[in-house]
């Protein structure tokens, strides 16, 4: 952290102190909060980008996307605009490191704690991707680590809200860091939040073994292998638990439908890995990697930098192309083929069909009693997770049960421990609070939230993203490891619209956004005596209106104090005067003494004979209207 010369002061409120750090795109400094009196970081864009409309709606992009967001693993925005030309956006200050330097200086992080910073990025991009938000730019230069252990996630510079089109790269270009990509953000392709599971898989990837799963001499080539490359397995640079390399792998799976289908999923097996309870990825089919599988290369430059990168073309490893027209003499070979694998098939299947011993499998490893299954031409079905006195992970019964007769290619159920019920612990009590502090007051003390969705609004009503049941309910006794079921309002159920209504165009803005709303591109102005120029008078639709989260909401902001009419105080006393004005909005100015010849009137000793504004004129509410007095 370098101290700066000169502490410019933004907005005639954040003066920087010390330069942070410098990005691709913008600087980012230590500010002291004149109004608030704290230290906040402050992200200024490069001056000679401020004047390009793309670095600036991508800076727009961010700060509306991020002031969207509060989870306790989401760093949040307090404020942005421009101060003579220069963009800048206000964030809550982490005193701490990047996971990015912790790489760099430790090269590999062990298992158990890379699967618990990497559970706390999915718990924050899952809250993300509920509401409608899919980062695109997830690696370890946007991921924070404070002193005591929290994880944050921040710039979401190129967030993209679900089914929105972007503008952002030039037509052939796609935005983003290379080395992070996923196979469909590489290709071009429409993103969701299986994208950043992708992404995710490679942060860590790279945490387990120091390096990312591909590396080339440019980005493009980067982008080429994660279309094209087969992941090696990250056991092949050191000892990775083996249920951890399937988190790994099921995370960088190259179609979609292969990976986690949410951060949410993928974050729940991390927690089982760190639980020391047996894996979902480990019991999922995966691809095996033969001696054609790609290996490592040398590492050169790993292309970290978020940026523009041509969108590469296919074909991708895991989609069949589609060939020309067949030529008209291979159809009856074709025929020929089929035909004779269809008897051959029938011969292998009678062939193989013959009886067997069930094998005796209890007390060995998933993996062990898989291998020793498949061994004798047994299929394995379905896995079921039991409580148990047995070590975590090991089969515990087996269904049919050992010794028994079965045919090769009969699946096999595995009853596989879970080891021993958990603690003792009362359920609290989260009706009420947003989802995500509820999620983390659950996972803090060993439970496991489980959103659950309706479309009916209690009848004291309900907002989006809060909890409005949960089962069991609080209070409840309950064991570490149980699952408690948090009923929220469905994404496309009805609630009343919030009121805004004196909030910052920002704070209104992080409001609406808590239910799913979005702030409207066009606004209005209109002048309000009562509310600050620049603050929220109203919205449209007004607040209290039955809206459904997705809906844009148009601000209409105070310009500023309206016009009112001048009231006549001539002949009356300052007293009385006053009393006057003031039913206008108006005030008492300068009072100076009336010349002689205007004062020749009957008892018009202590009365007003000139007003400026005179009555009849608009003026400003709050001005004031100067008189003159006969002494």
């Not at 292998?348 to 209890?362: E, G, R």
């Not at 007051?441 to 989006?464: D, E, I, N, Y």
């Not at 799913?516 to 919205?539: A, D, E, M, P």
Request: proline share 7%.
């Amino acid at each position: 952290m370098e101290p700066v010369s000169e502490g410019r002061v933004y907005s005639n409120r954040y003066q920087v102190t010390h330069l942070i750090a410098r990005g691709g795109m913008a600087l980012v400094y230590r500010a002291q909060d004149l109004l608030l009196g704290r230290a906040v970081a402050l992200k200024v864009l490069y001056p000679e980008l401020s004047a390009d409309p793309t670095f600036v709606e991508r800076f727009r992009r961010e700060a509306q996307a991020a002031a969207n967001l509060s989870h306790p693993n989401i760093v949040p925005v307090f404020d942005w605009g421009q101060d003579e030309g220069t963009y800048f956006i206000v964030m809550e200050l982490i005193e701490g490191t990047s996971l990015a330097e912790m790489v760099r200086a430790q090269r590999t992080i062990s298992p158990s704690r890379a699967a618990s910073i990497t559970a706390s990025v999915a718990s924050a991009l899952g809250y993300a991707h509920r509401s409608g938000v899919v980062h695109r730019d997830v690696k370890p230069g946007n991921i924070l680590i404070t002193p005591d252990g929290q994880v944050k996630v921040t710039d979401f510079g190129i967030a993209q809200a679900v089914a929105s089109e972007d503008h952002l790269a030039e037509a052939g270009s796609v935005m983003g860091t290379a080395t992070y990509f996923s196979p469909e953000q590489a290709e071009g392709s429409p993103v969701d939040g299986r994208s950043d599971v992708y992404s995710l898989g490679v942060v860590l990837y790279e945490l387990l073994v120091g390096r990312p799963p591909f590396v080339g001499d440019s980005p493009v080539a980067v982008s080429s292998q994660h279309v094209h490359g087969v992941v090696p397995p990250p056991s092949e640079f050191g000892a990775v638990p083996s249920d951890l390399e399937a988190i790994v792998l099921t995370a960088l799976a190259k179609s979609p439908a292969q990976r986690y289908q949410t951060a949410d999923e993928l974050r729940a097996d991390l927690v089982r890995f760190t639980e020391g309870q047996p894996v979902r990825a480990a019991t999922r089919e995966r691809d095996y990697f033969t001696e054609d599988a790609t290996r490592a290369v040398q590492a050169v430059a790993p292309a970290e930098r978020t940026q523009a990168v041509p969108v590469m073309t296919g074909p991708r490893t895991d989609v069949r192309r589609r060939g020309g027209r067949t030529a008209a003499w291979l159809v009856p070979l074709l025929v020929v083929i089929v035909a004779a694998a269809g008897a051959l098939a029938y011969v292998q299947m009678h062939k193989t069909s013959s009886a067997t011993t069930m094998p005796n499998v209890v007390g060995q490893t998933v993996a062990n009693a898989t291998a020793a299954l498949q061994a004798d031409g047994l299929s394995i079905g379905t896995t079921k997770l039991v409580n148990s006195n047995q070590p975590s992970g090991t089969v515990i019964g087996t269904d049919p049960k050992a010794g028994a007769s079965v045919k090769k290619t009969q699946s096999v159920t595995l009853r596989v421990s879970q080891g021993p019920a958990g603690s003792p612990v009362t359920v609290p009590d989260t009706t009420g609070q947003q989802l995500s502090v509820a999620e983390s007051t659950l996972q803090q003390l060993g439970l496991v939230p489980k959103v659950a969705f309706t479309q009916t609004a209690p009848s004291g009503g309900a907002t989006p993203n809060s909890v409005i049941s949960q089962n069991p309910v609080g209070g409840s006794s309950s064991r570490t490891g149980r699952t408690v079921v948090l009923t929220v309002l469905a994404p496309n159920s009805s609630f009343a619209l919030p009121n805004v209504r004196g909030q910052t165009q920002l704070q209104a803005a992080a409001t609406l956004g808590q239910y799913g709303l979005t702030v409207s591109s066009s606004s209005q102005t209109s002048c309000s005596n009562t509310v600050n120029q620049g603050s929220v008078l109203r919205t449209v639709p007004a607040a209290g209106a039955s809206v459904q989260a997705g809906a844009s909401i148009q601000l209409v902001t105070s310009s500023g104090y309206c016009n009112v009419v001048v009231p006549s105080i001539i002949g009356s006393t300052t007293v009385d005067a006053q009393g006057t004005l003031s039913g206008q909005g108006l005030s008492l100015g300068i009072v100076t003494d009336a010349p002689p010849d205007a004062c020749t009137a009957p008892n018009s000793s202590g009365t007003i004979v000139t007003q400026n504004p005179g009555p009849g004129a608009s003026a400003l509410y709050n001005s004031s209207v100067d008189v003159t007095v006969c002494p």
